[in-house]
């Protein structure tokens, strides 16, 4: 048991150093820093409360951002759910090369978000305007990220192209956890496709839609990498989300410690809202 127990934490004291080191020692530093004026690169900075968040509320760029990615995370976390729940009930069902479609839907998952970003950037700016003019349609003739109403849908679009691969997996996995016989009785008593779905399918994968619908909250709450490879936060500041204007305004713009409270407040908010959709979500399931 002695020698057990060694190895056990040879195991997990060295994984603990490292993660409070990389990890939870600079949100501890960055918390202590969020109560002073430092700009990140002087020497000495002073101690000023609660200054910088009271700040932050009266701060029309930052409350900008906040409904920008507001915005965008509900849209993109309704759309990767419903087009990933519709791809796993197809791919569910009894069609030729099934396992072949599973893999070419997972593909995107396992290509790096910049990468995809970047390609998606190539498209809107060259191949889509070719296109659209060829076609002789004005809409797809201007590039969409260029567009101060429109840029924010060119990345709901890479995000949705890229996030319905992981959730599409996880709907299928809880498909597949439904036993037949439930559908076959379901058949002999005359239940449709759409009854079957709502009185039988969507009940049974219900943990599967509460886990999809906090993942993709949280992923769509912090888009960074999209934004960095699409927009840069522009036109303008238009698609401007709240991560990248940390990272912005904190390494870029001399508001080390004024970001690093927004972060503490965003990182508030993020928690506070998995909480609630948790609860309302396993409320739901319980009443299922």
């Known amino acids: 048991m002695v020698s057990k127990k060694a190895a056990y934490y040879s195991m997990a004291i060295p994984a603990l150093l490292l993660f409070f080191a990389f990890h939870t020692f600079p949100a501890l530093q960055g918390i202590y820093y969020a109560f002073t004026n430092w700009d990140g690169y002087s020497e000495g900075y002073d101690f000023i409360g609660f200054k910088n968040f009271i700040n932050l509320f009266q701060d029309d760029n930052v409350i900008n951002s906040y409904l920008f990615t507001f915005k965008y995370a509900i849209v993109v976390t309704i759309l990767i759910n419903v087009i990933s729940l519709l791809i796993a009930l197809g791919l569910n069902s009894r069609i030729k090369y099934r396992n072949f479609f599973r893999g070419v839907y997972f593909l995107p998952n396992v290509l790096g978000v910049l990468i995809v970003s970047y390609i998606f950037n190539y498209l809107f700016s060259n191949v889509v305007p070719t296109m659209g003019e060829k076609l002789g349609i004005e809409f797809l003739s201007t590039n969409i990220l260029g567009n101060e109403q429109w840029a924010w849908i060119g990345i709901v679009i890479v995000a949705v192209w890229q996030g319905i691969a992981f959730n599409t997996i996880l709907y299928l996995s809880g498909l597949q956890t439904i036993p037949q016989d439930i559908y076959e009785a379901s058949s002999l008593d005359g239940a449709g496709k759409w009854q079957t779905f709502w009185k039988i399918t969507f009940p049974m994968i219900s943990s599967f839609f509460t886990i999809n619908m906090v993942l993709a909250m949280k992923g769509s709450l912090m ?10 936060g522009g036109p303008g500041r238009a698609t401007q989300s709240i991560a990248f204007l940390i990272y912005q305004g904190g390494f870029q713009g001399g508001e080390f410690a004024y970001q690093s409270a927004n ?7 993020i928690v506070v809202i998995s909480v609630l959709q948790l609860k309302f979500l396993q409320k739901r399931e319980m009443e299922a």
């Open 263 to 269: 972060a503490v407040i965003y990182f508030i908010v």
């Open 223 to 232: 888009v960074f990498d999209q934004i960095v490879a699409l927009t840069g």
